[in-house]
């Protein structure tokens, strides 16, 4: 009984805590596409808010199956959520294999998706502060090189181009300057004409995708613990799921024997043995 208290709970305690994460990712996800203007990005896939709100409620909803399955023992919706972690577990491993086969297609796809948020930069809030983010991070400009930054209509290099951006590149690709602490928004006008030598001394000329590359070659170590500790947590949550399951049909088995046992001894009282001699014990009856 301790053990199956011990399962029951486990499963609800990290069905919960996923839960209200999701709730959050929901909530900000919401919130922040609010808070847009209406003409912005609507794409999945470029758009952090619409991202979130979509990731979330799958979250939320699969979550929820486990939390209320396991506290209320109902095997249904342990085998919906059960089902759907050992779908999500294969298509996780499926995509890791397609992408290790096919690495030159998934690169290549990747940098078309980053290119494209390059061309959307300045239309969504949440995806310039993404991209800045992320050139901040990895000392990245641009997808292959910091030129880019012309494929977007505020940055693009031409003399009919009447923005002041033109010919440049975003601030989150300038070089700050050691115990710099105001940020010179402007650090990276008129950096695409230039070599890149003489670029390369005011911003970062490196693409992020080659960067990222380079970033995780260097980091093995940390993303596959990451990337197993993932799937070690879904595997732990599946056998929990399966653990439950497996004990609540053994009650449901050992309650169905015993009503079947009673039954059975309810009906054998009603009936006397075949040859019982009925006037032997009239006459003690009598007798006493």
Same mark, same amino acid.
């Given at each position: 009984?301790?053990?199956?208290?011990?399962?029951?709970?486990?499963?609800?305690?990290?069905?919960?805590?996923?839960?209200?994460?999701?709730?959050?990712?929901?909530?900000?996800?919401?919130? !922040?596409?609010?808070?847009?203007?209406?003409?912005?990005v609507d794409t999945l896939m470029l758009d952090p808010a619409l991202l979130l709100?979509?990731?979330?409620? !799958?979250?939320?909803?699969?979550?929820?199956?486990?939390?209320?399955?396991?506290? *209320?023992?109902?095997?249904?919706?342990?085998?919906?959520?059960?089902?759907?972690?050992?779908?999500?577990?294969?298509?996780?491993?499926a995509a890791g294999v397609v992408g290790y086969l096919f690495t030159d297609m998934?690169?290549?796809?990747?940098?078309?998706?980053?290119?494209?948020?390059?061309? *959307?930069?300045?239309?969504?809030?949440?995806?310039?502060? !993404?991209?800045?983010?992320?050139?901040?991070?990895?000392?990245?400009?641009?997808?292959?090189?910091?030129?880019?930054?012309?494929?977007?209509?505020?940055?693009?290099?031409m003399d009919t181009n009447p923005s002041l951006e033109a010919c440049g590149v975003?601030?989150?690709?300038?070089?700050?300057?050691?115990?710099?602490?105001?940020?010179?928004?402007?650090?990276?006008?008129?950096?695409?004409?230039?070599?890149?030598?003489?670029?390369?001394?005011?911003?970062?000329?490196?693409?992020?995708?080659?960067?990222?590359?380079?970033?995780?070659?260097?980091?093995?170590?940390?993303?596959?613990?990451?990337?197993?500790?993932?799937?070690?947590?879904?595997?732990?949550?599946?056998?929990?799921?399966?653990?439950?399951?497996?004990?609540?049909?053994?009650?449901?088995?050992?309650?169905?024997?015993?009503?079947?046992?009673?039954?059975?001894? *309810?009906?054998?009282?009603?009936?006397?043995?075949?040859?019982?001699?009925?006037?032997?014990?009239?006459? *003690?009856?009598?007798?006493?």
């Amino acid at each position: 009984m301790r053990g199956y208290r011990a399962i029951k709970y486990t499963l609800f305690i990290c069905c919960h805590v996923f839960w209200v994460v999701s709730a959050v990712l929901v909530a900000v996800g919401i919130y !922040a596409k609010i808070a847009k203007e209406k003409d912005v990005v609507d794409t999945l896939m470029l758009d952090p808010a619409l991202l979130l709100i979509v990731v979330g409620a !799958a979250m939320f909803l699969i979550t929820f199956l486990g939390c209320f399955g396991a506290l *209320r023992n109902a095997t249904c919706l342990l085998k919906t959520f059960l089902g759907i972690l050992v779908g999500i577990l294969l298509l996780q491993i499926a995509a890791g294999v397609v992408g290790y086969l096919f690495t030159d297609m998934v690169m290549e796809r990747t940098e078309t998706l980053m290119m494209k948020a390059i061309v *959307r930069y300045r239309e969504d809030q949440d995806l310039e502060n !993404a991209i800045d983010f992320i050139q901040k991070k990895f000392q990245c400009c641009g997808v292959e090189s910091y030129k880019d930054w012309s494929r977007n209509v505020y940055f693009e290099c031409m003399d009919t181009n009447p923005s002041l951006e033109a010919c440049g590149v975003p601030f989150s690709c300038c070089i700050n300057l050691l115990n710099q602490t105001v940020v010179n928004t402007m650090c990276g006008y008129g950096m695409q004409p230039l070599q890149e030598s003489m670029a390369g001394l005011s911003v970062f000329t490196m693409g992020c995708l080659e960067k990222i590359v380079w970033w995780a070659k260097h980091n093995l170590l940390l993303v596959a613990g990451l990337t197993a500790g993932l799937l070690l947590l879904e595997v732990c949550m599946i056998c929990l799921a399966a653990a439950q399951i497996s004990r609540i049909k053994k009650v449901h088995q050992l309650k169905n024997a015993k009503a079947l046992r009673s039954r059975l001894e *309810r009906k054998d009282s009603y009936w006397s043995p075949a040859f019982a001699d009925f006037d032997e014990s009239d006459r *003690r009856d009598r007798d006493k």
